[in-house]
Every structure is written in structure tokens, then in C-alpha cells.
């Protein structure tokens, strides 16, 4: 089976850099997804590592370490709109079971 | 077009109710997803389609039927329902079902078992 770690929330100003840790364990591992979630609306797609090492995305980035069965989400100058739940996720050895971490609740203030 | 639909947007149904989720997509995905959130939580897979065959059941209750009448279209039928059914239901699609493909989600059904 599956089981991922993650903050619960996490708090930051406007203009900060916050960084949102994973941490899984898989019966077989193909990479790690981010998605984000706005209150009452439907989950959209951030990121994803298959490799360990950073990938970037415009002001966000995802970090993977396959050998720590870590990664991160890496938020660059925060916007109020940043406010959201992230998810982690990842699938499973033969690649069709998706199982979602429990979600960190990050909060941007002004 | 990388939009995934679904109707109704908001349910209310009685535990002796019959009623049917629907989800469309036409960005040609083989796969198609329901998904049920709960608030504050994650969303926790129900079923997984590839190719219009139901490749994963992760034990949902009986009381929940999907159906696939094509590759474009998805289907969740709702039969006796308990109030601990209420929930966000969403429906995500993605090319395949193996390695890496992104998972466009739907504005999910609010659903309320009374």
C-alpha cells in the first residue's frame, strides 16, 4: 500500500517563499505529483518528478529525492491567491491505484 | 479543450433514492476516475476506467455503480444511500494509466444524503 506525510498547514506573508514536504511510502513508486486545491473547487495540477532533482514551473518548483522518498513544493513570491490545500500524490507499482497525501492548508497573508 | 464536466453540480437525495452522477471529456483520455472528498480531506479513489473497463474497484459499497458507455463518458449510479455518502464526487481523466499523466479533474457533484 501506499501512506504520505505532509503538513497540515502551513502559514506565509505576501511575497515569501514557503516549501510544503512529502514524505512516502509506496509498494513501488513511479514519481510524485503536486496538485492544488482552492476551497470549493476541484483539484488542478502543479507538478510532477519521475527523477529526483528540481523541476521548475514558473513561480513554483517540486524537488525529489527517490532515495529519501521525499519531496517539496516549492512556492516563490507568494500571492494571496497561493491560499490553498496542496496535495501530494503518487501511484502505485503497476501504475493505476492514485493515492493523495492528506493536504497542507497554506494560508497567505498580507 | 481541457475541461472535464460534470453534472449535476449539486445533489440532495433520500436514502431510498435512485440518482445518476454524469462526467463528460473530449480531450480523447483512455482514462477516467471518480474520486470521493470528503471536507478537509483528501480526495480517496473510487474507481478507475482505461479503455472503457473497469480496471480498480478500491472496495466501494455496492450501493455505488459506475458505468462507462464510452470513452468520453462516465457514469456514477447512486441506489441507497447512507448519510456518510455525503461528499464532493469527482471525476478526472488523464491519457493512460500508466507513468505520469496529469489529471484533469472536474467541478465535482456536492452531494447530500438525507
Known amino acids: 500500500g501506499q501512506s504520505l506525510e505532509q503538513p497540515s498547514e502551513v502559514t506565509a506573508v505576501e511575497g515569501a517563499i514557503v516549501q510544503i514536504n512529502c514524505t512516502y511510502q509506496t509498494s513501488g513508486f513511479y514519481g510524485l505529483s503536486w496538485y492544488q486545491q482552492h476551497d470549493g473547487g476541484a483539484p488542478t495540477f502543479l507538478s510532477y518528478?519521475?527523477?529526483?532533482g528540481l523541476e521548475e514551473t514558473g513561480r513554483f518548483s517540486s524537488f525529489l529525492s527517490r532515495s529519501d522518498s521525499y519531496g517539496y513544493l516549492l512556492l516563490q513570491e507568494l500571492q494571496m491567491k497561493d491560499s490553498a490545500s496542496y496535495f501530494c500524490a503518487v501511484r502505485d507499482n503497476y501504475g493505476q491505484n492514485f493515492v493523495f497525501g492528506p493536504g497542507t492548508r497554506l494560508s497567505v497573508l498580507p | 479543450d481541457t475541461e472535464v464536466t460534470q453534472t449535476p453540480k449539486h445533489l440532495v437525495m433520500g436514502m431510498t433514492n435512485k440518482k445518476s452522477l454524469k462526467c463528460e471529456q473530449h480531450?480523447?483520455?483512455?482514462?477516467m476516475y471518480w474520486y470521493k472528498q470528503k471536507a478537509k480531506k483528501p480526495p480517496e479513489l473510487m474507481f478507475v476506467y482505461s479503455y472503457e473497463k473497469l480496471s480498480i474497484n478500491e472496495s466501494v459499497p455496492s450501493r455505488f455503480s459506475p458505468e462507462c458507455p464510452n470513452s468520453s463518458l462516465l457514469n456514477l449510479h447512486l441506489h441507497a444511500l447512507q448519510p456518510e455518502d455525503s461528499a464532493l464526487y469527482l471525476c478526472a481523466s488523464s491519457q493512460e494509466t500508466s507513468g505520469q499523466e496529469t489529471q484533469y479533474f472536474g467541478p465535482g457533484t456536492r452531494l447530500l444524503v438525507l
Open positions: 480531450m480523447g483520455h483512455r482514462a
Open positions: 518528478n519521475a527523477l529526483d
